[in-house]
Nanobody, 117 residues
């Protein structure tokens, strides 16, 4: 059973922007904090790093590496979470995943973001 579906990744030049989207199945979406995670290439055994969270009250938190460049938001009616990524850097290259920031659901496929000139 698919719980989360991510989309919006792609290839972008340094300094460019992308907007990621995630839709989550199931009920009680509004009750949970949601997060965007990422895992860099060549690190399949490494845990995913949490880069941004949006809480049930729409407050947000960011990892130091993305603060000021990424913006997370949510739409409880659509059960969707978004990640606006601006001023992208090569080190942002990773597979990005959406999940709860809390009790995790099974991971989705993720969406690949590649930042390269």
């Amino acid at each position: 059973q698919v719980h989360v579906v991510e989309s919006g990744g792609g290839l972008v030049q340094p300094g460019g922007s992308l907007r990621l989207s995630c839709v989550m199945a199931g009920s009680l979406f509004a009750n949970y904090s949601m997060g965007w995670y990422r895992r860099a290439p060549g690190t399949p055994g490494k845990q995913r790093d949490l880069v941004a969270s949006v809480f049930s009250d729409h407050d947000t938190a960011y990892a130091t590496s993305v603060k000021g460049r990424f913006t997370i938001s949510r739409d409880n009616v659509k059960k969707a979470v978004y990640l606006q990524m601006d001023n992208l850097k090569p080190e942002d290259t990773a597979v990005y995943y959406c999940n709860r920031d809390g009790p995790l659901l099974p991971w989705g496929q993720g969406t690949q973001v590649t930042v390269s000139s």
